[in-house]
């Protein structure tokens, strides 16, 4: 059965613009003026005056208001942890980290158990790193003695002493025959009296290979410091948590430390939440960006490589500071 309509097809002419409404461009707000613009770079110009001269839009703005909050934050004693994957001891930022806690800036650090190892091996060796893809293939990959038995050693003497990972791995750099412990976050943390905290997942870390590791005092000494953390960013309110380049354990972790604070009755509310990576992945943007500020606060997305964002940063703050 073929169905037949009748239907009157409505016909449409192009519209006329002759009626169209027009106004002033001066007459309209605009979001861009040439008042935002860069200023231009000049030899010799100080830190700051490069500061004044970033143009006036989007990312510069979230910029400005990140190194404000840590300003305010520490000016009114309020708070500034650092949680950190280890890709930033990789690319030799443990010096700029290692000021701004001697600086009183950064008060607290949480890492997660990759950091051990990378700040470990610098501070006994001066170099970290090997090249996984090559060793890998002949099953030697992880597998320095020294790096295995001296972070197994030094958690295990440190939980025997109820301490957490943190604090047993900088008190055993600071106290060992170290070269180069001067670059290590977690010695020069201990010598500050700074908390860091580290966060282990079981299998992750090459040291979990080796025959000295204790997973019981390895487990314990992360609950420890997870007990730690959460004592930290129960005094948050008014402070600031940067995750720098940790895209799954240091968000977790955070987000439950946090919870727990709030569970117990701390107000932790007018909080300023920062991640910083060159790439915003899922976990950071909602544990650390939109879940903990989602009432109040403030949350910030800071994009690109940590070799010049996290320098930049420091710098701007300091420069605020002082």
Known sequence: ???????????????????????????????????????????GDA????????????????FRRVVRAIVRARNDSRPVILGMGAHPIKLGLSPVIIELMQRGIITAVAMNGACVIHDFEIAMAGQTSEDVAREICSGTFGMSRDTGRGVNRAIRRGAEKGHGIGRAVGEYISSGAFPFREKSIFSQAYQLR?????????????????????????????????????????????????????????????????????????????????????????????????????????????????????????????????
């Not at 192009?14 to 001066?26: E, F, R």
């Not at 700074?194 to 992750?204: D, F, L, R």
């Not at 992360?222 to 940067?242: H, N, P, Q, T």
Request: aromatic fraction near 8%; include cysteine; proline fraction near 5%.
């Open 1 to 43: 059965m073929v169905l037949c309509y009748n239907l009157s097809m409505k016909r449409y002419r192009p519209v006329s613009l002759k009626a169209v409404k027009t106004y002033a461009l001066s007459a309209r707000k605009s979001k861009v003026s040439v008042n935002s613009f860069a200023g231009i770079p000049e030899k």
């Open 194 to 322: 700074i908390p860091v905290t580290v966060h282990v997942a079981i299998g992750t870390d090459i040291v979990h290979m080796h025959p000295e590791a204790d997973g019981a005092a390895i487990g314990k000494g992360s609950m420890d410091d997870f007990r730690l953390l959460a004592s930290v960013v129960a005094d948050l309110e008014g402070g600031v948590y940067i995750n720098l380049g940790s895209a799954v354990i240091l968000p977790e972790v955070f987000l439950k430390a946090l919870n727990i604070a709030r569970n117990l009755g701390n107000k932790v509310e007018k909080i300023t939440t920062v991640n910083m990576d060159f790439f915003q992945h899922y976990r950071p943007r909602e544990n650390v960006l939109r879940r903990p500020t989602m009432d109040c606060g403030e949350n910030f997305g800071l994009t690109g490589h940590h070799e010049i964002m996290f320098p930049l940063l420091a710098a701007a703050v300091i420069e605020e500071m002082s």
């Open 47 to 62: 830190f700051s005056a490069f500061l004044k001269k970033l143009p006036d839009a989007f990312a510069v703005h979230d």
